[in-house]
């Protein structure tokens, strides 16, 4: 799953709740008679897994019936033409270019937003062990709206994404180290330090620039928050931006970053590196100290962001939500 990445939980279990699912662009998830393959098109369902070989790897078990499964090494080998459409519990950003050589030829790709669901699911439909046939199978029981349909903008940008938050976490861990050693130590860790910061501000520019060739709203953004120049900034408002969906209300928007009240006795659910996206623009646009980025301000931000996008993207006035 991209990066962990779960969405806030909507009223009502999975198996309860409609069929409505936002993609990454925006698309609704089909309905269970489509997913199954009874309205045109086939439907593939693929449980991603590592080899057991020195856990080096990936191998794709795939079903079309929940009968008959077969293993492949690569999405390509999957042999889903345009107007199929294919079901994955995860998307390794090892298979991104195989991925997106599949929407290419045609064929749709939803990948699920809750991993959880998947064991959830088995142990409904009492299927004991864990194997790769069994997460298939209840991957096929799970609602339509637990899945988020993937564009080629998504994934290019998901794999930078990835990638930077490797370095700022790689950055993070020496920085630790570097404030507890002596000042010996500190002088083996400098450049390391400035070689990680390079790398990480390179990248970060690469991200901007991509982000504002795939996201029209992107550069508009830029300019009305006043970023410009701040490498930072930029990337922030990059990863926000590559998650955000034109169809989904503001509220829904907002619970994706953990801007809500969760519902009584249930756990707060958001993607929390989106979240910290989130603070750190907001730190930038207010010019306050990133620890003294308040929830409210928080919203204030995205909720600018989230109109823009809505402006750019679908041509018409969008107002936001009441945000009580």
């Known amino acids: 799953m991209v990066g962990n990445t779960v969405a806030a939980p909507a009223p009502g279990g999975p198996e309860t709740t409609s069929v409505s699912a936002v993609g990454a662009r925006g698309e609704r998830a089909p309905s269970p008679a489509t997913r199954h393959g009874a309205q045109g098109g086939k439907s593939f369902f693929c449980d991603v897994h590592k080899t057991k070989k020195n856990d080096e790897g990936y191998r794709i078990t795939f079903t079309t019936d929940g009968v008959t499964f077969r293993h492949v090494d690569s999405f390509l080998d999957i042999p889903a033409v345009a107007g199929d459409k294919v079901f994955v519990d995860v998307l390794p950003l090892h298979h991104t270019d195989g991925v997106i050589e599949l929407l290419r030829r045609g064929v ?101 620039e991509e982000a504002g060739k795939r996201y029209p709203a992107y550069n508009k953004l830029v300019a009305e928050l006043g970023i410009g120049g701040n490498v930072g900034a930029v990337e922030a408002l990059a990863e926000i931006v590559a998650y955000l969906a034109p169809d989904k209300g503001f509220r829904k928007t907002a619970n994706l970053f953990g801007l809500f009240k969760p519902i009584r006795g249930r756990k707060k659910i958001y993607d929390g590196r989106l979240r910290r996206a989130l603070q750190r623009l907001t730190s930038t646009i207010n010019g306050t100290p990133l620890l003294k980025s308040t929830a409210k301000l928080e919203k204030q931000t995205i909720a600018r962001i989230w109109k823009t996008y809505r402006q750019e993207t679908r041509g018409r006035q969008v107002i936001p939500a009441q945000q009580g």
């Open 108 to 208: 749709e790709v939803y990948y699920l937003r809750r991993t959880t669901l998947v064991a959830r699911k088995r142990e409904e439909l009492r299927l004991v062990s864990k194997t790769a046939r069994n997460d298939i199978k209840a991957l096929m029981s799970i609602d339509g709206r637990w899945f988020r349909r993937v564009s080629e903008d998504f994934l290019v940008m998901r794999r930078l994404i990835t990638t930077y938050r490797a370095l700022a976490k790689t950055h993070q861990q020496f920085s630790n180290k570097y404030m507890a050693v002596s000042e010996k130590e500190r002088n083996s860790l400098r450049p390391v330090l400035k070689v990680i910061e390079e790398q990480m501000e390179k990248l970060a520019v690469e991200i901007s």
